[in-house]
């Protein structure tokens, strides 16, 4: 499993994690402030679009809440590696 971090001051907040759901093979998303975990979005692998509608009411409300509040962020991402499939044999 792969995690990568993205700074993003509270106004890119709620738009940087629709991009970070979209691109997929997401498993989890957590918002961090000083190295301490805020909220914490667990997502299927993969989801996509489905997790966006998923994130549209509590979360996203929630979301836009935090980037009121907070000058700048820390977006913590998980997502799965992709099985690499074995060449075909000719």
Known sequence: MATKSFHVSGKQLVKKVKEIVQE????????LHKKRTLVEIPLTAGAGIAAVTLL???VIAILVTLATILTDCTI???????????????
């Not at 991402?77 to 099985?83: F, G, L, Q, R």
Request: overall charge negative; proline content about 15%; aromatic content about 0%.
């Open 56 to 58: 549209a009411a509590p």
């Open 24 to 31: 997929g093979n997401v498993r989890n998303v957590r918002i």
């Open 76 to 90: 913590e991402v998980e997502k799965t590696e992709d099985e690499e499939e074995p060449p075909s044999s000719p």
